[in-house]
């Protein structure tokens, strides 16, 4: 069968992630089928592989959130004018991205209209007419929508596109309290699927006051380090306090008759975790998918003849169907290709598992498996077949979160002076951990002078605060906090 499409064009990846991530990067989002460009500057196009990830996340997140009394609604992407001005941090914060829609064909709108670079102005506008007493609450909403940012001038596919997809929570509650309690479950939420789903490890913290969210009084993040040094933000949960409440009136009467405003939060979880997850477990041959978000976590490609194709391609077959029964199986059956250009095509995508069949193997009634992760190749009797590759995406799962979780584990550097710090930064080796007094004046000084910035000041790091000193002035430190350059 060789040369039957062994030359046809479609190019594999030619970059090497180490040397050169950015085009590496590029290529395996692309030659993969994965997304692609469109004619619209940072806006892609999610084809049905990147398009099962997002599902399977929206389906395992919306599971979750309603199982803590989160329900789901939807609010117009179309944002008056008037309504962005009524919080100022947050309008400030925002109108550099904000594209307005300014004309119905002709005619100039008396108001311009924004397509929502987030809700909380159209939402909170709404909601206000909704709550009245302290019946009315906790409100507690969550919207998927697509969003549109149009600030940078150099998009990467998923890890910064202009219009992206994401969950937007929305809550009110009557208590501070409740608002925190609030905060640490979605908080968990996301990173259990993040570790479940995606095999993506993160590091929880707080904000700065210069990183938060416009318009928070306090945001929190879940914080990646990707393979070429560079950390990215996560998905994120904001506390808003009273500040957009007061803005919008969302008030009510209390037990004791008093007004009250109420203590809001948002949250969102976004399509760049498909990029963060390309980028920490993809390969110099393309795509690694975890298998809980693979389209096709297994592949069936049988190897044949023309004196046995029958033969095999019936029990090739037969072993797609039974796997069919309990995992996504595909048997790649068409004879317009090699096998070698089968397997590249295959990895390249990132298919978890992939099963060759040939007549030797029939003859011993065994089947060969081949890793994605690993590409170690094994020989399973075809009567345990089904039961050894439930094993093995298991196996590929906590494998993949292992060596990303030694990663960032081994990429994270508790500095002792501000020379290391730098060093750090200017070889972008990873993640500096150092002391902070809280300063903005010290935190830009370090951006300025490294490039480094405070991803976030880790929820787990803080108990380890007694006797340090500020990495920068020398002061007492405040916060432990993560230095990297970033997306």
């Known amino acids: 069968m ?11 990846i030619t970059a090497k992630k180490a040397s050169d991530f950015s085009e590496w990067y590029t ?6 089928g994965f997304i692609d460009y469109t004619s619209v500057s940072g806006c892609i196009a999610f084809r049905p592989d990147s398009y099962f990830v997002w599902e399977t996340l929206q389906k395992a997140l919306d599971q979750r ?29 925002f109108n550099p991205e904000v594209a307005w829609v300014t004309h119905t064909g002709d005619s100039k709108l008396d108001e311009r209209l924004a397509i929502r670079p987030t809700s909380e102005t159209i939402i909170y506008d709404t909601i ?16 998927w929508c697509s969003v549109l940012r149009w600030e940078f001038k150099h998009p990467t596919p998923l890890l910064r596109s202009r219009e992206f997809m994401w969950n937007e929570g929305h809550t009110a509650f009557a208590t501070k309290e409740e608002a925190e309690e609030e905060r640490a479950a979605v908080l968990k939420i996301y990173g259990d699927v993040l570790r479940e789903y995606l095999a993506l490890p993160g590091v929880v913290g707080e904000k700065t ?18 393979p070429e040094g560079k950390a990215i933000q996560g998905p994120d949960t904001h506390d808003y306090g009273n500040n957009f409440s007061k803005a919008f009136e969302i008030s009510f009467i209390d037990r004791e008759g008093q007004k009250r405003y109420a203590y809001q939060n948002t949250f969102g979880f976004s399509t760049r975790e498909l990029g963060a997850m390309v980028a920490v477990h993809g390969d110099d041959k393309g795509l690694v998918l975890p298998p809980k978000v693979a ?40 004879d317009a290709y090699s096998p070698g250009w089968k397997f590249n095509q295959w990895e ?15 003859s011993k009634d065994e089947a060969t498996v081949v890793r994605r992760d690993t590409g170690k190749k094994e020989s399973v009797p075809l009567a345990k077949l089904d039961k050894r590759v439930a094993e093995l995406l298991d196996e590929i799962n906590e494998g993949l979160y292992g060596r990303a979780k030694e990663f960032l584990d081994t990429h994270t550097f508790k500095v002792k002076d501000y020379d290391e710090l730098k060093s750090i930064a200017n070889s972008q080796k990873g993640i500096a951990q150092a002391p902070w007094c809280g300063s903005e004046a010290c935190e830009k000084s370090i951006k ?35 230095f990297a350059k970033s997306y």
């Open 128 to 143: 206000a007419k909704w709550i009245r007493s302290w019946r009315d609450l906790p409100l507690r909403l969550n919207q």
């Open 209 to 226: 006051q210069s990183e938060k969210f416009a318009g928070a009084v306090a945001s929190y993040s879940i914080e990646h380090l990707l």
């Open 295 to 334: 389209r096709v976590q297994a592949v069936i490609v049988p190897i044949f003849k023309e004196d046995n194709k029958g033969k095999v391609l019936a029990a090739a077959s037969r072993i797609s169907a039974e796997l069919a029964k309990s995992i996504r199986a595909l048997l790649d059956d068409s």
């Open 348 to 362: 390249m995508r990132g298919v978890p598992i992939r099963i060759e069949l040939g007549e030797r193997d029939l």
């Open 27 to 32: 290529q395996t989002v692309i030659r993969s």
């Open 65 to 93: 959130f309603k199982g803590i009394g989160i329900s789901n609604a939807y609010f117009p992407m179309l944002i008056p004018e008037k309504h962005l001005n009524k919080e100022k941090e947050h309008v400030e914060g």
């Open 2 to 12: 060789a040369g039957k499409a062994d030359a046809k064009e479609e190019k594999g």
């Open 448 to 482: 300025e002078e490294t490039g480094a910035k405070i991803t976030n000041m880790p929820l787990d790091a803080q108990a380890h605060l007694k006797g340090k000193k500020c990495i920068y002035c020398g002061k007492e430190a405040k916060h432990m906090a993560n």
